[in-house]
């Protein structure tokens, strides 16, 4: 019988490590979070915030099959491991576990990992640890101010605006959108011209007139530079200098989403489901085992004994000459240097040698962090540039070219990057002090350009530079963003709607402090301090509540409330006008005098051939009484949209917090769904429990 019971967080997780503990060992799955807080209490935020802001957690519904499984695996050893994410959040996860499962006169221990290898997984179970509690209390203070937030104006926002949301770090990050539209849309294009000179086999652009960078701004202007110019032009300097261009560092988790985006075409969701299963685990026909290290980190070091290995690969499959130096970790703001950098596992595990048991996606996702931890390693690559420099009178004319003589860190990650100083040009030798002559001098009218709107990319990459959530909050908070239909993608880029616009635009009137990216990064920076125990969570909290709530009460005295739009029609009960109002199940025609008059125009009945719900069978968790069932929402900005809900409504009015796919299980042909963590999984996780 087995002696130690260790829970992870996912099931393909615990696959992997339970091949190497032995018969010894239980490991079972937690499936993310089994607590949350409760909805009871003043104001339904489940804390009581005139004790301490004291939270009152409940086991989520549908994670009490798996807290009972839990426990009853927990009465049957002697000791329990707790071997969640290495971060915040798999800290608070181990700590709630260690509430609700059966821990007396059991020794409980605390095991961190950083990557999915056999040494790795041996070497920490070997030095088990205990749980910290100030990361505890770190994810806490977030959970707790995201609930207030989120409670308080989101109440807020939808008797006001109807908007559905807001929070520090979303509405942050919207603002973030609609001033770059604003500015877009406000950019007037100006009009200015380059003059360029033409010769045989290359090119020259005016650079300087009368000692100044020019400005020509009108076809007039230009004509009268060109007239002024002398042809033919006197060669004043031809230099070349050799200019290394160095690798950079290994990923983190915004370097790889952002070049995820830009390289393979994956939006941050995406990618981070994808370094999810590399991180977790892969078969590979003898083993399963994890590619990569632990995926969220914002640290850009790796582990010296990588390092040492990596080295050894890049001088035997490369040659000495390729072995270049490690770049230290600079830590800059907002840096927790938790955890290293993302890299393989194994670099002697090469994406080629592995390629065939990896989907087209985990390969692409693979192949470029494998390259990106090696090419950190290797020495740069140079580049002959040469600058040919023409004076005609006042002006002055130049020309580039360069030429690759060392491939440097290219040999491996030159299908990732393109670096700009191409061999376009081709110069000719020539004297100083000699003439030539230009075949053609000419304009060219140009006008200028707004700023580029956010892309996924260029998104991550401004929230990172201005402190606005975490690497680990990137790709929930734009995926909330596009949720709650405060933003739309045209042409892969960011644009807000008129909801979005709308919600920035009240939030500025009476949060505008709150909503700033300077807030969020102090924000962050507390948080950061009640993780390594510098600050105190219960000071932080009511320093945050005696901030908020005033603005709050404000608001709700002075934001102006929306009117419904209104139908054209009148109420048959009360002669009052019929208005559009929305619901859970999308849109809906009644009675503008509501609360005192409920009238709700009928629906006109669905004809008979419309198909009949799917019925899951799964028990709805809430009533145990109905069973999920899949609905469809017919209008509204979620028309279309599959969802479950459970069959004994309005008795019930549970809707599950999953997103529908348009997969079935291949064990049950049940629906795939994705959870509220993350995970791409059957909806029936009892009595199936496939994961993808």
């Known amino acids: 019988m087995a002696e130690y019971l260790v829970i992870v967080e996912s099931p393909s997780k615990s696959k992997t490590i339970g091949q190497y503990l032995g018969e010894d060992y239980i490991v079972k799955s937690s499936k993310g979070h089994v607590r949350d807080l409760s909805i009871s209490g003043a104001g339904g935020l489940g804390i009581d915030v005139q004790n301490n802001f004291k ?28 071997a969640t994410d290495p971060d915040r959040e798999g800290e608070a996860i181990s700590w709630h576990l260690s509430q609700v499962i059966t821990t007396k006169n059991k020794t409980v221990k605390r095991v961190i990992f950083n990557e999915i290898t056999k040494n790795a997984i041996l070497e920490a179970f070997k030095i088990p640890g205990d749980i910290d509690m100030n990361l505890v209390s770190s994810q806490e203070s977030r959970r707790i101010t995201d609930r207030i937030i989120g409670f308080k104006l989101s109440k807020l926002l939808q008797s006001k605006i109807k908007s559905k949301s807001a929070g520090r770090v979303q509405s942050a990050a919207l603002k973030l959108i609609v001033d770059r539209d604003q500015i877009v849309n406000d950019f007037v294009t100006e009009e200015y011209y380059e003059i360029y000179a033409k010769f045989n086999h290359f090119e020259t652009e005016l650079a300087k007139y009368n000692d100044k960078t020019p400005k020509i701004p009108s076809s007039e202007i230009a004509d009268q530079i060109i007239k002024s110019l002398v042809n033919p032009m006197t060669v004043e300097s031809l230099e070349t200098k050799r200019k290394p261009t160095e690798s950079k560092p290994p990923f983190i988790t915004s370097t790889l989403q952002q070049d995820a985006s830009n390289k393979l075409g994956y939006n941050s969701t995406k990618t981070m489901q994808i370094a999810q299963k590399l991180y977790e685990g892969v078969d590979l026909g003898h083993e399963i085992v994890g590619l990569i290290s632990y995926m969220r980190t914002d640290s850009s070091r790796m582990s010296q004994t990588f390092i040492d ?24 703001n907002n840096v927790q240097d938790a955890h290293e950098a993302i890299r393989p596992t194994d670099v002697f595990r090469t994406p080629e040698s592995i390629k065939s048991f990896l989907s087209k996606e985990e390969y692409n996702l693979y192949y470029m962090i494998y390259a990106r931890a090696v090419a950190s390693l290797m020495k740069p690559v140079l580049r002959d540039v040469t600058t040919l420099t023409l004076r005609s009178g006042e002006a002055l004319f130049k020309a580039s070219a360069s030429k690759q003589v060392f491939d440097g860190y290219l ?5 990732f990057e393109t670096l700009e100083e191409q061999e376009k040009n081709v110069l000719p030798v020539l004297e100083i002090g000699s003439k030539i002559t230009a075949l053609e001098i000419s304009k060219k009218q140009c006008f200028t350009q707004p700023p580029l709107r956010y ?82 969570s219960t000071k932080v909290l009511q320093e945050f509540y005696d901030y908020f709530m005033p603005m709050v009460d404000k608001a709700h005295k002075n934001m102006v409330k929306v009117k419904p739009e209104e139908t054209g029609e009148i109420c048959p009960l009360c002669g009052h006008k019929m208005v559009h109002r929305k619901g859970a199940y999308g849109e809906f025609e009644a009675c503008g005098n509501y609360p005192k008059c409920k009238y709700i125009k009928p629906k006109i009945a669905e004809a008979s051939h419309v198909k009949k719900a799917l019925d899951t069978g799964v028990p709805c968790p809430e009533c145990r009484k109905g069973t999920l069932i899949e609905r469809l929402a017919t209008k509204g900005q979620n028309k279309g949209n599959k969802f479950y809900a459970c069959s004994n409504y309005p008795k019930c009015k549970y809707i599950a917090p999953y997103r529908a796919t348009d997969k079935v299980c291949p064990k049950c042909s049940k629906p795939i769904i994705v959870d509220d963590q993350g995970v791409v999984r059957c909806i029936d996780n009892i009595k199936c429990a496939y994961v993808e």
Do not use: C, W
Request: no cysteine.
């Open 55 to 82: 939270p009152d957690y409940v086991v989520i519904p549908d994670k009490k099959a798996i807290v009972k499984e839990l426990n009853d695996a927990s009465k049957k050893v002697k000791a329990i491991f707790l």
């Open 309 to 332: 290995t990596a080295n050894h690969y890049i001088e035997k499959t490369f040659g000495k000459q390729y072995l270049g130096y490690t770049k230290q970790s600079i830590k800059g």
């Open 411 to 415: 040999k491996i990650y030159g299908k």
């Open 455 to 536: 892309n996924e990319a260029r998104l991550i990459k401004e929230m990172e530079d201005q402190g606005i959530g975490r690497p680990s909050t990137y790709a929930q908070t734009i995926q909330t963003l596009k949720t709650r239909k405060y933003v739309t993608l045209v042409d892969k880029k960011f644009i807000a709607t008129e909801q979005g616009k709308k919600t920035i635009e009240q939030l500025d009137l009476f949060f505008k402090e709150f909503i700033s990216a300077t807030y969020s990064s102090e924000m962050e920076d507390i948080l950061d301090k009640i993780a390594s125990g510098e600050a105190d």
